[in-house]
């Protein structure tokens, strides 16, 4: 068994997935995190690049799907409306029922999944643990010491990645 702490891709920013990428990867639904994977913390609105990007993905049939543990249900509804896309928040990564949800509410299978976000000990074991593969992204930013330390504390998982280069 490979070690649900290390991502199977790395990726520097989510414009790496492409409907290209996740075609070849057989990707029909993203889950997505809000926080410094979509947006920076406290921005409750997507960037227009955002939602060109989630408008692409689903001109090609790939349902982009947020899976946030941030605890404010307005600042989520927002973004994700804001992006056209449906939501889960407060959904208490690690564990594997957030995603789940996502997954019975996109009616897809775990294999079709892929799961984007910056922690480790969120977003890549949260998914592994729902049997969904994971890519882990490039923080948006590392604003604070608290992040800058969480992302060094996750260094040693980041180097095992089998894909650093990206969705291969």
């Known amino acids: 068994m490979t070690n649900p702490l290390v991502p ?3 990726i520097h920013s989510i414009f790496e997935c492409t409907p290209e990428a996740l075609g070849r990867l057989g990707v029909r639904v993203l889950l997505a995190d809000l926080d ?5 913390y406290r921005e409750w609105d997507p960037s227009e690049a955002v939602r060109r990007w989630r408008e692409e993905l689903e001109g090609a049939g790939i349902t982009v799907f947020i899976v946030s543990n941030g605890r404010k249900p307005r600042r989520s509804r927002r973004f994700a409306e804001g992006l056209g896309a449906d ?22 299978r775990a294999e079709e999944a892929l799961m984007v976000g910056d922690q480790i000990f969120t977003d890549i074991w949260g998914a592994h643990n729902a049997g969904i593969r994971a ?4 923080p948006v930013a590392l604003d604070n010491a608290f992040r800058r330390l969480r ?3 996750e260094t040693p998982f980041r180097t095992r990645c089998p894909h650093p280069e990206g969705l291969a």
């Open 151 to 153: 992302y060094w504390v």
């Open 135 to 138: 890519a882990l992204v490039r």
């Open 87 to 108: 939501f889960l928040h407060h959904a208490g990564k690690p564990r594997p029922g957030a995603f789940h949800r996502a997954l019975e509410r996109t009616g897809r």
């Open 36 to 40: 410094n994977t979509l947006a920076r």
């Open 8 to 10: 199977d891709y790395f």
